[in-house]
């Protein structure tokens, strides 16, 4: 019997309680072990709650208790939810999460205190929801030298584009609607203004290459410059605005990574990404291409994430698993605006000086039937250091980059 | 320092070998062990290639040397490979294949011969090429109950179907170009008859359910009924047609699987698996549906699959890997043809008599423009079962399920 504690009773935390104990078939088979919530832990009143025995507010409970060998962060942040990891950590005990935040802050340092301990800091759950992603990443593409990893990891805002995309909603309405359908939090920035992928985009970077890629190390745009005209514009090239982070091992072995939206093929496989799912792409050297697909966020995707990680960890006692990156710094990361694409730009000019600045452009729209009366085109490959200033010289409302 | 011996000098084999070579840093780094091919096994005669030295041909040598204590097995077949997977079992080395033909028709019986010599039967690269699907269902889903897995299983049946429905070539033609591109091997009757797929949803199947799911139960239907007709009907439907291995849990526990062409959706995401890639869906009780995409053949993508499972072995030589499943028998298999779904009909006959036996149709072509003069609509749900006959009583030409 493996005891466990839960720090958090939020979405994730009570959603973890629930598959231990739905499938509780399952996973004792899978784990060759049963579970067994000890404490739950939270600062809100659970009275009445059918688990009220198990509900505690001080952490040194757990701390000092030996019968706890797992614990479960699902308090999110980085206060609380970084003392208690470290010091569930120097108590001798696995941890496994879903926060995003710590993990892309301070996971070096935590997957180092593990290491030492010799435990382990699991985190699934982190990048994509429910998808299967960190593990595949250490252990199914061990054999492979990663070149490059990007995706749509944050559901929200697909789920605003989409529904722009399909019914022509504006960015503010879909947010709205997002709010409603409990797909978007009352404050929303974190989804729509990118910080949330980059998070994540800093984890499966870290993890991919083997450094700690930080979040301030990564430039990030969100969604909110994405308008309507863009989406049409993208239509009529046959394109659709899927917003991505993406990591790109250079030439020179330093690592590019950014959040941006993309005009991605409508007959690749991101474009039929819809709603609040994500998908991830990665590309190694002997594998080429895979991508990974599901839910990337909600109560029962998520924390089966986690409840995996929780398996692993009673199947893992004594020898860790490998998962794993060192310290970063300047030293590991390239400047993103470095790396070139196609760019698709909306723009209130003639295409004759778009095309005196930027060489070669393929017209989409002259401006004559839209209702921002701009011009849209897509340039040839160029880098951002490159086209900046050409851009706001010519007045660029949009530029975004093609996927190649 | 872990060595290893590689029986079958092929296609995966050889790769194997170029693997281990090209990405030596980073497989040591993530499996904490350098690696060294020590003997490589085949029938042919190698001499003047640059790994002479270590070639041999009898197997005793192997069996018979301590120091081997991986043995990968790219033999294929259920001959040579069967008997010299369970003697290097037997002799305490952990094995890992990419024979998917094994592992479908002995794969309980190696599972638990591992298990009783506490050694590792792997075998990542038997589904889906290089695509990470084994080790994802066993354990990034180990916290889900899982209610049904399907996918595209052979990528030589699907560049055929490509090819048909983008370029409007022949299966026939198409077949051929497969064949010059090296798709498609002289006889492709094992890809395009459907028993390749057959294979892989056993495996799929058996782990998933955990009870073993032979191939001969499971009714398999090739791509060879595919006609550019139904190709031109599915589009104007707004579907591709795509050759589908599937595996559902019935109410009462059984597993239905079954190999068949599909009618899918354009705007899901199986439609743009395109060429020889793969996709494998797996719909969890608490994750929902997930997927997993990329190339499903190919020397490096499945090599990589290997090694990866190499490096799994090197760091569970003392806790071995929990990938297992039972014997099976009647027991365990549904009849797939009680599970009811829409279907695409293509047939020589009236609107009139098609909705006098099948009930409400919705009509595709009328047959008028149609070269076959066949008018092809799609049914209300209904079981194969319960359909068979009527279908018969049509002179249905074509019949195809249409995924939910």
């Known amino acids: 019997m493996v005891k466990i504690a839960i720090m958090g009773f939020g979405t994730v935390g009570s959603g973890v309680a629930e598959v231990?104990?739905?499938?509780?078939?399952?996973?004792?088979?899978?784990?060759?072990?049963?579970?067994?919530?000890?404490?739950?832990?939270?600062?809100?009143?659970?009275?009445?709650?059918?688990?009220?025995?198990?509900?505690?507010?001080?952490?040194s409970i757990i701390e000092n208790d030996p019968e706890v060998s797992v614990v479960v962060e699902t308090i999110g942040g980085t206060g609380l939810a970084y003392d208690f990891t470290k010091r569930a950590l120097l108590a001798g005990k696995s941890v496994v999460t879903s926060n995003k935040e710590l993990v892309a802050t301070h996971g070096s340092e935590l997957l180092a205190l593990a290491k030492e301990k010799n435990l382990n800091y699991l985190f699934e759950a982190s990048v994509g929801g429910g998808i299967p992603i960190i593990r595949p990443i250490s252990q199914c593409l061990a054999a492979n030298e990663i070149d490059e990893i990007y995706g749509i990891l944050n559901g929200t805002s697909n789920y605003v584009l989409t529904q722009m995309i399909q019914n022509g909603l504006t960015l503010d309405t879909a947010v709205k609607q997002a709010q409603e359908k409990g797909y978007a939090?009352?404050?929303?920035?974190?989804?729509?203004?990118?910080?949330?992928?980059?998070?994540?985009?800093?984890?499966?970077?870290?993890?991919?290459?083997?450094?700690?890629?930080?979040?301030?190390?990564?430039?990030?745009?969100?969604?909110?410059?994405?308008?309507?005209?863009?989406?049409?514009?993208?239509?009529?090239?046959?394109?659709?605005?899927?917003?991505?982070?993406?990591?790109?091992?250079?030439?020179?072995?330093?690592?590019?990574?950014?959040?941006?939206?993309?005009?991605?093929?409508?007959?690749?496989?991101?474009?039929?990404?819809?709603?609040?799912?994500?998908?991830?792409?990665?590309?190694?050297?002997?594998?080429?291409?895979v991508m990974f697909y599901g839910p990337g966020a909600g109560k029962l995707p998520t924390a089966s994430a986690v409840v995996a990680d929780i398996i692993d960890c009673a199947k893992h006692?004594?020898?860790?698993?490998?998962?794993?990156?060192?310290?970063?710094?300047?030293?590991?990361?390239?400047?993103?605006?470095?790396?070139?694409?196609?760019?698709?730009?909306?723009?209130?000019?003639?295409?004759?000086?778009?095309?005196?600045?930027?060489?070669?452009?393929?017209?989409?729209?002259?401006?004559?039937?839209?209702?921002?009366?701009?011009?849209?085109?897509?340039?040839?490959?160029?880098?951002?250091?490159?086209?900046?200033?050409?851009?706001?010289?010519?007045?660029?409302?949009?530029?975004?980059?093609?996927?190649?």
């Open 317 to 404: 006692f004594t020898a860790r698993k490998h998962i794993d990156w060192k310290e970063g710094g300047d030293f590991i990361a390239a400047d993103p605006d470095e790396l070139e694409s196609c760019w698709y730009v909306r723009a209130a000019v003639t295409a004759a000086k778009a095309q005196e600045l930027l060489g070669e452009i393929q017209i989409i729209t002259s401006g004559e039937d839209t209702s921002d009366g701009c011009i849209a085109f897509t340039t040839a490959k160029m880098s951002l250091n490159k086209a900046r200033a050409k851009f706001e010289a010519l007045n660029t409302a949009s530029a975004f980059r093609l996927l190649d």
């Open 185 to 289: 939090e009352a404050d929303p920035t974190a989804d729509i203004g990118g910080s949330d992928a980059c998070r994540k985009i800093c984890i499966l970077s870290s993890l991919s290459f083997g450094r700690h890629i930080y979040p301030q190390q990564v430039p990030t745009e969100g969604i909110t410059c994405v308008t309507l005209e863009d989406v049409n514009n993208a239509r009529n090239k046959g394109y659709k605005i899927k917003h991505l982070g993406r990591a790109v091992r250079m030439a020179d072995g330093k690592i590019a990574s950014y959040v941006s939206p993309h005009l991605v093929r409508c007959d690749g496989l991101l474009a039929n990404v819809e709603g609040v799912y994500n998908a991830i792409v990665v590309r190694g050297n002997a594998i080429g291409d």
């Open 20 to 59: 231990l104990e739905t499938n509780a078939e399952r996973i004792q088979k899978n784990a060759a072990t049963p579970f067994d919530v000890k404490y739950i832990m939270d600062i809100r009143d659970f009275s009445g709650h059918r688990y009220e025995d198990k509900f505690i507010k001080d952490f």
